[in-house]
Structure formats: structure tokens, C-alpha cells
């Protein structure tokens, strides 16, 4: 057999999606013309507008980032004691939570969608529980209908982390569209990005005015502050990138999707390597990441140690998620952290590994990577 060569450039997980400059500076004169930087400018407003056609939903509100989005989901629909949410997250979903003194209490996900266990949320609902913070891990859909019933059963608000599912449709509709309110993220690293935002959506007109009361301070007028906001907004620079981001979202899904296919057929005959879960025909998907999980009883080697032989090659794997949020220092002594109540999250935490995927990535870039890890296997 050949010996493979390591990569000549560092491979990451991930590299952000650049527009072309010449169409920044263009935005930039537009800006520099209006003399206008940021609080709700035009380009800010048309952001807005574009994204709620992008995304068919009703009404959107930006942000500087994702994790103040949410925070301010939260205080926007008054929620306090304890809100269930997943272990198996970025650290961002159970932050805001304790930030607005709020107990986030884990539930364990279930074992193909690596989503919240929508059959073991009822039994974690205490008199305190006021809302269920759901995440669309790696852009899968959670169930939403069964977590609309259990909201509905127990009077709960929903809240759904969209923050990998930029564009993700179940039917057609927007996935924007459950719950509540939903957050999307739209930090360089994300599918879309404004090189840091975020947005909130939701379908009602009151509540959109509540939110972006709260991301301005609360400052309603020059002469009434009316609640204890913060300053979430977002600037006409960041604005006007991601209205030029909006016009390379669909050719870079189209090349991760045919990379996810490359992956898809290299891996799929590997025992012990289980691919990303394969969603029903009414789901569009965006092929943000593509996670493999690695069963080392079966695979022969763990994780953590195909992860350290694909750095051998400068390849940048990532372990998302791991460690889970359960395991945190602020969070491992809450009793819902208890692995025994955790026991497919803490499984999956161990097992997950983040193979790169970008546009820019070649399909002999992805059969290389595939090819060290089948080698490495034998
Ligand atoms: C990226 C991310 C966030 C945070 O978004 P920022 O825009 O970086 O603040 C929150 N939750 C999840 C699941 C994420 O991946």
C-alpha cells in the first residue's frame, strides 16, 4: 500500500466562507455614503427583511451574536426557575440560561438525532419548569411536534438553539417557524455568517417589539427606558456583509452537500464508524458538519485516538461535543448532570468526531481523510 503524505497546508474542521472583496468595498462606499455605522440603519433593515424571506418566516431581529440573541429570547418571554435543555450542545445554550439565573436542567438526547429526548422531557418537569430550550444539533431537526405537545400539556415556552440550521426546511417551512422564538447564529464559522451575528425569529408582532426594546437598552424614546436591556445590535458593516453572504449561502451548501456524499460513500462500509443521521424526505438539510461517530469495540481504535492520528496528517478534526455541558464545572454538580441520567449523551460524547467540511474543500482532500481513517483502522 502507498504511504499517504501528511496534507502540505493544515486542514481545520472548518474555514469561513469569504465574499469577494471588491463586493465588500462596494457595500463599504454605500456606508460610508449614508454616513450611517449602526442602530437600525438601512442596511441593517434590509438584512432583516432578506433574511426573513431566506429563511419563510415572519419576523426577524438581528443581533451581534448568537448567545446574546438567546439571552434576550429568554428575558423576552419572562422565564425564570428551571428550563430543560440538552447536554449535547455548544456551551452557549445552558449559559444564557444560568445568566438569567435560570437552572438549566439536562435531558439525555436520543441516540440517532443526538437532539434532546423529546419522550424524556415530561419526566423532568418540576412545578419551577418553565420552558424547554431545544437544539437542532448539526442542523437534524428535533422533534418538534412531539416537543410542541409536551409544551403545550404543561403550559411551557419553547425555545429551539437553531444555530446550526440556517435554511433548514421540514415540509417546505422555515425551521424558524417552531416554537416560540428560535435563534440562529451567524458566527464565521456558521454555514451563513456576518463574520460575528445572530437573529431571533418568531411569528409575533409583540413580541418583536419586546426584543428589540431589549436588545436597544430598553430605550424606547429620548425620554422613557422602559426595562433593563443590553446592547445586542448589530452594525451596518456586519449588516451589509451579510447581505453579500446571503448570495453564496446556496452554492456552498451545494458543494458541502456533494462532500457529505463523498464522506457518506467512503464511510458507510466501515464497521464501527456510524454516519450523520439520515433525515426523512420533507427535511431539507444545509450540510453545515459532517459527524462521524466512532464505536471503538467495534472500529478497534477510540475516538480521541483517530483524532490524534489525523493530526499526524494536519488534519484539524474537531469533538463536538464533547466534553458535554453536564460535565462542566459549573454544571457537573446540578442532579440532572448525573451520567446515570445522561447515559446516550454521555455514550455519543465519547464517540463523536467533527470531520472537516467547507466549499473549499476538494473531493481528493475528503477521500484522503477517509482514506487515513480506513487505514488507520487495520
Ligand atoms: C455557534 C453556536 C452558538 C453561539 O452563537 P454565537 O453567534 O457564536 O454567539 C450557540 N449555540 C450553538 C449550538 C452554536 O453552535
Known sequence: MSKI?????????????????EEVTEKLRDIWTAKWLTNNGPQHYMLERDLEQYLKVPCLSLFNNGTIALMVAVQSLRLQGEVITTPFT???????????????????????????DADKIESMITPKTTAILAVHVFGTPCNVEKIQQVADAYGLKVIYDAAHAFGVEIDGKGIGNFGDISMFSFHATKIYHTV??????????????????????????EDEVVMTGINGKLDEVRAAIG??????????????????QIYDEELGDVDGIKLMPKCAENVNL???????????????KSRDEVYTELKKFNVYARKYFHPLCSEFTCYR???????????????IGKQVLSLPMYGDLTAEDVRKICTIIKEFKN
Open 243 to 260: 447581505r453579500i453572504m446571503l448570495n453564496y449561502v446556496d452554492g456552498e451548501r451545494a458543494k458541502r452537500r456533494a462532500l457529505h
Open 286 to 300: 444545509n450540510y453545515q458538519y459532517y459527524v462521524i461517530r466512532i464505536d471503538e469495540n467495534i472500529f478497534g
Open 333 to 347: 454538580q446540578l442532579n440532572s448532570s448525573h451520567v446515570e441520567n445522561l447515559p446516550v449523551a454521555n455514550v
Open 90 to 116: 455548544f456551551a452557549a445554550t445552558p449559559h444564557v440560561l444560568s445568566w438569567n439565573n435560570i437552572k438549566p436542567i439536562f435531558c439525555d438526547v436520543d441516540e440517532e438525532t443526538m437532539n434532546i
Open 5 to 21: 503524505e501528511p496534507f502540505a497546508e493544515n486542514i481545520f474542521v472548518t474555514r469561513p466562507v469569504f465574499p469577494k472583496i
Open 196 to 221: 460575528e451575528g445572530g437573529a431571533l425569529v418568531h411569528g409575533d408582532k409583540n413580541l418583536k417589539h419586546r426584543i428589540d426594546l431589549l436588545k436597544n437598552f430598553g430605550i424606547k424614546n
